[in-house]
């Protein structure tokens, strides 16, 4: 577990894999709400998350009284988005924040914590996309120090929708 600013990390377990269904169900919901087509209820399962956590990491926030309030998953490569990479990154997916629980600039610290993690292992970047439909997400992330290297116009879901992707990239201090 790693404590930060009043914030508690710790790496999710299978027991916690209804725990992240949920919160990406609610983050999916609140997307639509807002009139961002991008997650979609549902999508995630508990076995999608437990391979997750079994391919790379997945990670909780919790506050200060216990609470989950957001989580995220780290993987060690993203060939369907990126390509095959030499191993100089960490990639972010599912930046998920618990928006009733949630303290300001909880998805912020998370993406840090994100950061810290990847510079820990030696590499010096941190990856990720967001689809090319959502322009409030990509200006978030840019506020954040990530600069758009690429653009996939053509992803293919699982469940094989065709949808374009902004390619993020931040360089690390390691």
């Not at 299978?14 to 639509?32: F, I, N, P, S």
């Not at 999608?48 to 990670?59: A, I, N, T, Y």
């Not at 994100?114 to 970047?125: H, N, P, Q, S």
Request: charge should be negative.
């Amino acid at each position: 577990m790693i404590i930060d600013d009043g914030m508690l990390f710790r790496p999710a377990a299978e027991k916690d894999a209804g725990t992240l269904v949920k919160l990406y169900d609610q983050a999916a919901r609140w997307m639509r709400e807002q009139g961002i087509e991008q997650w979609q209820p549902g999508d995630k399962d508990a076995a999608h998350f437990r391979d997750r956590m079994r391919d790379g990491e997945v990670w909780l926030a919790e506050d200060a009284d216990g609470r989950i309030v957001g989580g995220y998953e780290l993987w060690w490569s993203d060939e369907e988005a990126w390509g095959v990479q030499p191993p100089v990154a960490g990639y972010v997916h599912r930046l998920m924040v618990e928006r009733e629980a949630a303290p300001a600039g909880a998805g912020l610290r998370m993406l840090e914590h994100a950061e810290r993690r990847i510079a820990r292992t030696g590499r010096d970047r941190a990856r990720l996309d967001c689809v090319s439909t959502n322009p409030r997400l990509l200006v978030y992330y840019q506020d954040a120090g990530y600069r758009v290297v690429g653009e996939l116009p053509n992803k293919e879901g699982k469940d094989g929708r065709v949808y374009g992707v902004i390619l993020l990239e931040r360089r690390l201090a390691v």
